[in-house]
């Protein structure tokens, strides 16, 4: 059990620029979610799938926003034409579905800098 | 719809003094309550959380919390901080038990350990 991993950590885009970001869930866990975390804010959920079905998404995930996750194991999450006020931590989560009680497990993220 | 209230954004505490971080919730359903501790650049990691039963909680690195339904609180304490313990620390809300999925998070605390 590697954990949840996001790639790339840090990422700094001009505006307008499209940006892809990637996450590996922990093995097996077929719950993956989507979280942003602007700069002394909590964060906020954006989207989540149940193997590769997107179940649910945020009002927060605008029509410049679209979230894959095409073989129910790793997901992206891009960003076409960046806006500045995109600039915020990007978090993953993914939890095991035959236990209810369990809590998701979070990556480390990818810091998006939109200049 | 749920929300979390953290009263306090900053709270400064000397090292081996004790603390408590202040967490609220509204909910028309039960829910199940976490707090998640953040370090720089880092992503979120489990402290603790309540599901049912016992209405204390015992966590990792000495943190406990007490759920409180009357009062719609789950505070977090520590007997004794360390320096390790300065950090960024969410409360965090979720309905799972109706399957929703999502978390709803505090704007979270700051955490500054004074040598």
């Known amino acids: 059990d590697t954990g949840v991993s996001q790639n790339p950590r840090h990422k700094i885009t001009k505006r307008g620029q499209n940006v892809t970001f990637r996450c590996d869930p922990i093995?097996?866990?077929?719950?993956l979610y989507w979280y942003r975390q602007t700069l002394g804010q909590g964060p906020e959920f954006l989207t989540y799938f149940q193997n590769e079905a997107q179940l649910e998404k945020s009002r927060l995930l605008s029509d410049r926003f679209s979230a894959e996750r095409p073989k129910g194991s790793f997901s992206t999450l891009e960003i076409q034409r960046t806006e500045q006020g995109d600039s915020a931590m990007y978090l993953c989560?993914?939890?095991?579905?035959?236990?209810?009680?369990?809590?998701?497990?979070f990556g480390q993220g990818t810091r998006l800098t939109v200049v | 719809a749920q929300s979390v209230t953290q009263l306090d954004s900053q709270v400064p505490v000397f090292e081996e003094a004790p603390v408590e971080l202040r967490c609220n919730y509204s909910?028309?359903?039960?829910?199940?309550l976490f707090w998640y501790v953040q370090y720089p650049n880092q992503g979120l990691q489990l402290l603790l959380k309540y599901l049912s039963g016992s209405t204390l909680v015992k966590g990792i690195n000495g943190f406990e919390a007490e759920f409180n339904k009357s009062q719609t609180s789950f505070h977090l304490r520590k007997p004794s901080v360390h320096i390790s313990d300065t950090a960024e620390y969410f409360c965090?809300?979720?309905?799972?038990?109706?399957?929703?999925?999502?978390?709803?998070f505090g704007t979270g605390t700051r955490l500054t350990i004074i040598p």
């Open positions: 093995s097996e866990h077929n719950r």
């Open positions: 909910s028309s359903v039960s829910v199940y």
């Open positions: 989560a993914s939890r095991p579905r035959d236990r209810p009680n369990t809590e998701a497990f």
């Open positions: 965090a809300v979720s309905d799972l038990w109706f399957g929703n999925e999502k978390l709803t």
